[in-house]
């Protein structure tokens, strides 16, 4: 499943030292991006079977 990018927002900017307050925030794409981490959630939570990593995913170390 490829994750939308909701406008350019992860691929044009991400945070770095150089990050000030005076930034834009995309409120629309974050509040976008939100529903969708959500709703992913809920699906993975509601159903009857667990989710599994990939073998060569980094993270499937801490799921045994």
């Known amino acids: 499943m490829k994750i939308p990018d909701c406008g350019g927002t ?3 900017r991400y945070h770095a030292p150089s ?3 005076d930034q834009p925030v995309d409120l629309p794409a974050a509040a976008r991006y939100e529903e969708i981490v959500r709703a992913l ?3 993975v ?3 009857d079977q667990r989710p599994e990593w ?3 995913s980094f ?3 801490y799921a045994q």
């Open 45 to 47: 939570a509601n159903s």
């Open 59 to 61: 993270f499937r170390r």
């Open 41 to 43: 959630l809920i699906n």
């Open 10 to 12: 992860l691929t044009q």
């Open 54 to 56: 990939y073998t060569e």
């Open 19 to 21: 990050d000030d307050v």
